[in-house]
């Protein structure tokens, strides 16, 4: 193998269209992904029943597993089955709790693993990381990225559309988070990645501009090329530094302080909003604000339930989140009182 591709692994192939589940059995019939045709597929609980109605003209020998939900025990029971049944390559079909739980099951079988997506609320699809619940809480765990990418628009349009606008957020963050990267560059001599920045800043602003939304499947394509490309700028970079920053430390301060708020996406959108008012752009600030309203998204922590201090106990938390990771918010070094008045001025500024 090319020295190139051992250090910039990419998917064989990515596909975005209509009817891409039920086409899945085209794309393993290439020998790249399955030679032996021993293939497993993984659905979730909730179209299960339908993706296996779908699959089954053409993947006649595929064996289908049920994965429970998105925590640790699931993907490790997964992964006990696929070890005992010697397959070849595990699909994933679904959102990203059945993609993430399918990752972990594939690297403990240690097989390969294709995602077909069926939801677009975050850039997991393509990450080298799969975030688990376990123990009440929730882990991020390294997993290989997967072999092929296919995303069905058909699902993603009749998925909960607050979950497809999520992922909005979630690629729109990215451009806090090469702020932060950079920020540690300068401080702390962190070495940086010029093309895991490039490519997680692309993603980002190939959306922020657009005045179309959901509804179209031109969006939604740009949507679903923008999450997969900022999740292989954190293979390059060997870590998620590219597309996770001090908003992404407040989002999980979040969901450790005040379990079920909000999702992913929406929780990184309003952290990068509020981490760039930290720094005092005006520009990307007012910039970002609007591209979330656009989308429906919230802006400030009432639109999500919270209360300007709940969310301000957020913010004192971040850092501790991500030791060792050097943000906006380790860099102001704030005080709880200050904290809160960051808060105040920027619901003030910024609510509706």
């Known amino acids: 193998?090319?020295?190139?591709?051992?250090?910039?692994?990419?998917?064989?192939?990515?596909?975005?269209?209509?009817?891409?589940?039920?086409?899945?059995?085209?794309?393993?019939?290439?020998?790249?992904?399955?030679?032996?045709?021993?293939?497993?597929?993984?659905?979730?609980?909730?179209?299960?029943?339908h993706i296996e109605s779908l699959i089954a003209p053409t993947l006649g020998e595929a064996e289908v597993f049920r994965v429970a939900d998105g925590t640790v025990d699931a993907a490790v029971s997964l992964g006990a089955d696929l070890r005992k049944g010697a397959y070849e390559v595990v699909v994933g079909v679904g959102g990203g709790k059945t993609i993430d739980a399918t990752k972990y099951a594939a690297s403990l079988a240690g097989i390969p693993m294709v995602?077909?997506?069926?939801?677009?609320?975050?850039?997991?699809?393509?990450?080298?990381?799969?975030?688990?619940?376990?123990?009440?809480?929730?882990?991020?765990?390294?997993v290989p990225m997967p072999l092929a990418i296919l995303v069905d628009l058909d699902f993603?349009?009749?998925?909960?559309?607050?979950?497809?606008?999520?992922?909005?957020?979630?690629?729109?963050?990215?451009?806090?988070a090469i702020e932060d990267w950079q920020l540690g560059n300068v401080e702390r001599g962190?070495?940086?990645?010029?093309?895991?920045?490039?490519?997680?800043?692309t993603a980002a602003e190939a959306l922020i501009g657009r005045a179309d939304s959901i509804e179209s499947d031109a969006f939604l394509t740009v949507l679903a090329e923008s999450l997969i490309l900022s999740g292989m700028s954190m293979v390059i970079a060997g870590s998620?530094?590219?597309?996770?920053?001090?908003?992404?430390?407040?989002?999980?301060?979040?969901?450790?302080?005040?379990?079920?708020?909000?999702?992913?996406?929406?929780?990184?959108?309003?952290?990068?909003?509020?981490?760039?008012?930290?720094?005092?752009?005006?520009?990307?600030?007012?910039?970002?604000?609007?591209?979330?309203?656009?989308?429906e998204l919230p802006v400030v922590p009432a639109d999500i339930g919270l209360s300007s201090e709940q969310f301000a106990e957020a913010v004192a938390l971040a850092p501790a989140?991500?030791?060792?990771?050097?943000?906006?918010?380790?860099?102001?070094?704030?005080?709880?009182?200050?904290?809160?008045?960051?808060?105040?001025?920027?619901?003030?500024?910024?609510?509706?």
Request: with cysteine; glycine share 12%.
């Open 1 to 49: 193998m090319p020295l190139l591709a051992r250090m910039l692994p990419t998917p064989l192939t990515m596909q975005v269209r209509r009817g891409a589940v039920a086409e899945l059995g085209a794309l393993l019939a290439d020998s790249r992904v399955a030679t032996s045709g021993r293939v497993a597929v993984a659905v979730g609980p909730g179209q299960g029943d």
């Open 156 to 176: 993603v349009h009749s998925a909960p559309q607050q979950l497809v606008r999520a992922g909005v957020g979630d690629v729109v963050s990215n451009l806090s």
């Open 115 to 142: 995602a077909v997506a069926t939801n677009l609320a975050h850039d997991g699809i393509c990450s080298p990381t799969a975030s688990l619940v376990y123990d009440g809480g929730k882990g991020t765990f390294g």
């Open 321 to 352: 989140t991500r030791p060792g990771r050097y943000t906006i918010l380790e860099h102001l070094r704030m005080q709880d009182s200050e904290i809160h008045d960051r808060v105040e001025d920027y619901v003030r500024a910024f609510g509706r």
């Open 190 to 201: 962190e070495p940086i990645d010029g093309l895991a920045c490039s490519m997680a800043r």
């Open 240 to 295: 998620s530094r590219p597309a996770s920053g001090g908003d992404h430390e407040i989002l999980h301060a979040v969901d450790q302080l005040f379990p079920g708020t909000s999702n992913h996406g929406e929780l990184a959108g309003i952290g990068a909003a509020f981490c760039f008012f930290l720094r005092q752009d005006d520009a990307r600030v007012t910039q970002v604000t609007q591209c979330l309203r656009r989308h």
